[in-house]
């Protein structure tokens, strides 16, 4: 009935039986088959255990099943030359950062208050407004103002190779959005595909809808047309207008003439942009800028040469790193 021969010198094999009624006893009740264990089960167990017992001794009598708990080491107060060194170290550590601090304020103070240091995240109006910003007209030929990348020898200091950095990787970040700016300063009137950079976006109907607040700040929701695009944009495999990507803006009876307003893009959800009129979410890059007025109609401009995003937490830490002594 349970698997036992009546023989109790039978061969192994029926020790593997009674194995078996066990771990099927057992498994049935850890399933939670039962909600008690019946009395067939108790009855197994009870001849398994009294099987085991008499014939082959305790199971797995070898083991020890006493776990006992680590001996923590006691208390006691620590030697006149411990505490007199640990006071030493305190010392030292606090005496570590003041000298940090002071060497950091020194530098900040020393600074000129509009150098690179203190250029906002976001570009401004005359970086991308003006086409001579970073070069010169000498004899007829136009000179960069843009810092040489010393590539053989030594810098003449840190904060010489941290600000030419800073200027190369911020123009390498702008420049892409500023040309885009001027050829439609220039040729106003033209659909995208007419451009002479396949990679202009070029947006109009442009019309605030509403505010969207977000973790990272107060967002303004627009709606666009793809009027002056000529063809249909399957979202979900573009990369125009990416999360991050900088735009320029400016009235539709202006057209980067007189005004120019920059901004971030906060969110493109799928489900906006495939409706009709599709609409995003813009991040103004100051406070100044931002635009309340539905009714007003904007031409929006973005550069897919460039992905700011990226090079703006680079240009942060260069400017924070500055500021180490």
């Keep these: 009935m349970y698997g036992f021969s009546e023989d109790p010198d039978s061969d192994s094999g029926e020790f593997t039986t009674v194995q078996n009624a066990k771990r099927k006893a057992v498994g049935r009740a850890n399933k939670g088959l039962r909600s008690r264990p019946s009395r067939a089960d108790n009855v197994s167990l009870e001849r398994v255990n009294e099987f085991s017992d008499s014939r082959y001794g305790e199971l797995n009598a070898h083991l020890s099943e006493n776990f006992r708990r680590p001996r923590r080491a006691k208390d006691r107060d620590p030697s006149p030359d411990e505490r007199m060194s640990s006071i030493k170290d305190q010392i030292r550590y606090t005496n570590a950062i003041r000298e940090y601090v002071a060497a950091a304020n020194a530098l900040e103070e020393n600074m ?40 053989d020898g030594p810098w003449e200091s840190k904060q010489t190779y941290l600000s030419a950095h800073y200027a190369l990787m911020r123009e390498d970040a702008v420049r892409p959005l500023r040309e885009a700016i001027q050829e439609i300063r220039k040729h106003p009137g033209k659909m995208e595909y007419e451009l002479s950079k396949s990679t202009i976006g070029l947006y109009d109907n442009i019309y605030i809808t509403g505010i969207t607040f977000a973790p990272r700040g107060v967002a303004t929701r627009v709606v666009f047309s793809l009027g002056r695009i000529g063809k249909r944009i399957h979202w979900e495999q573009s990369k125009r207008l990416l999360t991050g990507s900088l735009v320029a ?77």
């Design 112 to 151: 000129e208050t509009e150098s690179w240091v203190s250029k906002p995240e976001i570009p401004t109006t005359a970086e991308l407004f003006n086409n001579d910003y970073d070069e010169e007209q000498v004899d007829g030929k136009h000179i960069s103002n843009l810092p040489e990348n010393v590539i």
């Design 249 to 325: 803006l400016t009235p539709v009876d202006d057209m980067f003439a007189t005004k120019c307003v920059l901004a971030v893009v906060a969110a493109r959800p799928l489900a906006g942009l495939e409706q009709n009129p599709p609409e995003i979410d813009l991040y103004f890059a100051r406070p100044a800028d931002q635009e309340l007025d539905c009714q007003k109609e904007w031409v929006m401009v973005e550069e897919r040469a460039g992905f700011f995003e990226a090079e703006r937490h680079t240009l942060r830490a260069l400017q924070k790193l500055a500021n180490e002594p």
